[in-house]
């Protein structure tokens, strides 16, 4: 199956899979369009200049404390190659307004590793990351050639209909269904971990411990 045809897949499943009254389709397939779309900019425009571009104000990093990324991202400067992803697995809030993508990167110069992003809706529609981090490895991770897309079960009972406000401020307040958390312990090792509601129980589907000194 070709990524367009995967792509159409997944957005078909998961608008069939949720279809409670929302302002936002829980659609993994505009995510991974995103984390396309922010790859190709990284490549086209520098790696720097694409993570400033995507993100979100209060978007965070490691470096390896967390910091808040566009303090650090202005200072800089973009390399002279970017660095190469894709992602393989995006899960998505039932209300569409937070999801979670994870895949496999490699350097230019040949060195593999995994990422996991996480991303929010703004106030326009538009997925922007809200943090972004990953770790190298010997060997890639396994992925499958077709991509793979997850819908949260809904934590509240009722969404309300129609496009959100332009001014966002009868926005209802998250539905709890994706939720995550990103430490870092003193020795500067981190875990990020992202637990999805089943409709009885928090799943946890990303739970990624780097080491110190990574």
């Not at 790696?47 to 808040?68: C, G, H, I, N, Y």
């Not at 999801?99 to 590793?113: E, F, L, Q, Y």
């Not at 991770?141 to 809904?154: E, H, M, N, Q, Y």
Request: hydrophobic content about 40%; overall charge positive.
């Amino acid at each position: 199956m070709s990524a367009r045809l995967a792509l159409l897949a997944i957005g078909a499943a998961a608008l069939v899979a949720a279809r409670p009254p929302m302002r936002y389709q829980p659609d993994p397939s505009s995510v991974i369009a995103a984390e396309i779309a922010f790859n190709r900019l990284a490549q086209d425009k520098g790696q720097w200049t694409a993570f400033r571009e995507t993100a979100a104000d209060d978007a965070v990093m490691f470096v390896p404390d967390k910091v808040l990324a566009k303090d650090w991202l202005k200072k800089q400067a973009d390399p002279p190659a970017s660095v190469n992803w894709s992602p393989s697995t995006v899960y998505v809030s039932c209300d569409g307004r937070l999801a979670a993508s994870t895949g496999n990167w490699k350097r230019p110069d040949g060195s593999v590793g995994y990422f996991t992003t996480i991303w929010r809706r703004d106030k326009k529609g538009r997925w922007q990351w809200i943090l972004d981090h990953g770790d190298t490895l010997a060997t890639p991770r396994p992925a499958s050639d077709i991509l793979s897309g997850k819908v949260a079960t809904c934590k509240r009972a009722t969404r309300p209909d129609g496009p959100p406000a332009k001014d966002g401020k009868d926005a209802p307040p998250a539905d709890d269904s994706l939720l995550w958390t990103a430490e870092v312990a003193p020795d500067k090792s981190r875990r990020v971990t992202v637990r999805m509601w089943t409709g009885a129980a928090y799943e946890t589907v990303i739970d990624d411990n780097v080491k110190a000194g990574s």
